[in-house]
């Protein structure tokens, strides 16, 4: 039974569901990599744009962390609501996936990945050259319209005045 069984309602447990792992698998899955493609875009336009590998973790996920966070939550909140169901089979899918959004996105996401990626810096993007070879080129961020040798800090803002004439 356990201590908090009368609070969620479970005095009398039942059996594991046997697709409780497939969906879990899955949803998380998705919303994993939608949190890491948050995270790692920020981290890769920030490095493309010039910044050194630890700065552009740096900045990067102080750009995407507000994103996540607030996903995260909203992904918690509406899991969480399913503990209080009425019906057996949704209450540990909705504590499962509360659960697995919580450790995923705030553990795995936006501790464990900056961390190890700003301490591996530039090999954190270190692409073999057969691979480079054969990947398409495509620049998402920008980077080949900077002039090489530019970085954003070297790159004039235009006055105010300027963007007010055009």
Do not use: C
Not at 109 to 117: D, E, G, L, Q, Y
Not at 138 to 147: I, N, P, Q, S, T
Request: aromatic share 10%; hydrophobic share 55%.
């Amino acid at each position: 039974m356990g201590l908090a069984g009368g609070i969620f309602g479970v005095e009398n447990p039942g059996a594991v569901l046997s697709f409780l792992p497939i969906i879990l698998i899955g949803v998380l899955f998705g919303l994993a990599m939608d949190y890491q493609v948050f995270i790692a875009s920020g981290m890769r336009e920030s490095y493309m744009h010039g910044e050194s590998a630890k700065h552009a973790v740096r900045s990067g996920f102080s750009h995407a962390a507000a994103v996540v966070t607030a996903a995260a939550i909203i992904m918690v909140s509406v899991f969480s609501g399913f503990i209080f169901s009425h019906l057996n089979m949704v209450r540990p899918l909705g504590f499962a996936m509360a659960f697995g959004v919580l450790i995923d996105a705030f553990v795995v996401r936006m501790t464990i990945v900056p961390a190890v990626m700003y301490l591996l810096g530039e090999k954190a993007w270190w692409l073999p050259r057969w691979l480079d070879r054969i990947l398409p080129d495509v620049d998402v961020e920008g980077a080949k319209l900077r002039k090489p040798g530019t970085s954003t800090a070297d790159v004039a803002e235009p006055e105010p005045e300027e963007v007010a004439a055009r």
